[in-house]
C-alpha cells in the first residue's frame, strides 16, 4: 500500500518512516510512505497557504487552492487511493477501521493545521474523515501516523510471522492477557507457575481469566458491546459464583460478631 501525506511539516514523517517496522515494511516494499508539501503548491513569492476566516474570529483556515493543487498531484501518483482528512470531527478510528483500510489499494492522507481547511475542499475532494479520539492536536500529522502504523500491522508481511494481526473475532472484544518472560524471578515476583508448567490447556485457560479479568477491571464496557463466548460465560459465572459466597460467609460472620 502506498500512503501518500499532505502535510506543511513533511519532515515530521522522516523518523517515523526510518525507524522499527514501519521502517522494516518500506524495506520489504509491502508499503511506502511519501509526503507531499502542501506549500509547494501555494501562489506568490511567500506562498501562503492560510487566511483570515470568513465571518471573523481567531485564528487561521489553511487556504482550498494550494490543498486542491496538492491533492490533484496525490491522485496523480495514487489514483485509487481513498481520501481521507484527519479531523476530531471524523469517524473514531479503531483497529476495526483499521483493517478496513488495509482492504485499500492506496491511502492518501490530508493533514490539516491552524483552525483546519476551508470546507469546500472537506466536501468535494475527500471519501472519508478520521478522527483519532476526542482530543485536539495542532496538526493532523500524528494522527496520519497513527493511522499508517494501525493499518499496516494488517498489510499481509508487514508482522514479523512471529506475532500475526488479532482476527476480527477476538481482539476487539477483550484486553491481552498479562505477558511474562524470563527471568522467572524478578525482584522478589516470581511468574505465575502454570506459565513455567507446558501444560498448553492449563496455559489458555489461564490466558483466557487473565484477558478477562483485566477487561473487567480496566475496560467493563467492552465487556457489554460484544457476544461473550459460551467459555467466557462459564469464567464470569465462576467467579460470580466465588463472590456470592464470600459475601455469604461475611454475612454470616457479621451476625456471629453481633452475637458475641
Ligand atoms: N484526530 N487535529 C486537524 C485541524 C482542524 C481543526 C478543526 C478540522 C477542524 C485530529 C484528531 C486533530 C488537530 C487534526 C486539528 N481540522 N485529527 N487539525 N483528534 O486533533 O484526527
Redesign the pocket.
Known amino acids: 500500500m502506498r500512503f501518500v501525506v499532505l502535510t506543511l511539516f513533511p519532515e515530521l514523517f522522516d523518523t517515523f518512516r526510518n525507524h522499527g517496522m514501519i521502517h522494516r515494511a518500506v524495506e520489504l516494499q509491502k508499503i511506502s510512505v511519501q509526503t507531499i508539501q502542501i506549500r509547494g503548491f501555494a501562489e506568490g513569492r511567500h506562498q501562503v497557504t492560510d487566511d483570515r476566516p470568513y465571518g471573523g474570529g481567531p485564528g487561521m483556515v489553511m487556504k482550498p487552492e494550494p490543498i486542491a493543487g496538492a491533492l490533484r498531484a496525490a491522485i496523480m501518483t495514487v489514483p485509487d487511493a481513498r481520501k481521507i482528512?484527519?479531523?476530531?470531527?471524523?469517524r473514531p478510528?479503531s483497529n476495526t477501521l483499521a483493517r478496513q483500510l488495509a482492504k485499500e489499494k492506496d491511502l492518501i492522507l490530508l493533514?490539516?493545521?491552524?483552525?483546519?481547511?476551508d470546507e469546500r475542499i472537506c466536501r468535494n475532494f475527500i471519501d472519508d474523515e478520521?478522527?483519532?479520539?476526542?482530543?485536539?492536536?495542532?496538526?493532523?500529522e500524528l494522527?496520519a501516523m497513527v493511522v499508517i502504523d494501525a493499518v499496516s500491522r494488517f498489510i499481509p508481511g508487514v508482522l514479523g510471522c512471529a506475532d500475526s494481526p488479532e482476527d476480527d473475532s477476538f481482539s476487539d472484544r477483550l484486553l491481552e492477557h498479562a505477558h511474562y518472560t524470563r527471568p522467572s524471578e524478578f525482584e522478589g515476583e516470581p511468574v505465575p507457575e502454570v506459565l513455567l508448567s507446558g501444560d498448553h490447556g492449563r496455559i489458555e485457560q489461564w490466558r483466557l481469566q487473565s484477558s478477562l479479568i483485566r477487561t473487567f477491571i480496566k475496560r467493563k464496557d467492552l465487556l457489554l458491546k460484544h457476544a461473550l463466548t459460551s467459555e467466557e460465560l462459564k469464567i464470569l459465572k465462576s467467579w460470580h459464583k466465588e463472590i456470592q459466597f464470600i459475601i455469604d460467609f461475611q454475612q454470616k460472620e457479621q451476625k456471629a460478631f453481633k452475637r458475641e
Request: net charge negative; charged share 10%.
Open positions: 482528512h484527519l479531523t476530531p470531527q471524523g478510528f493533514c490539516g493545521r491552524y483552525e483546519g481547511i478520521i478522527s483519532i479520539g476526542d482530543y485536539i492536536l495542532t496538526g493532523g494522527a
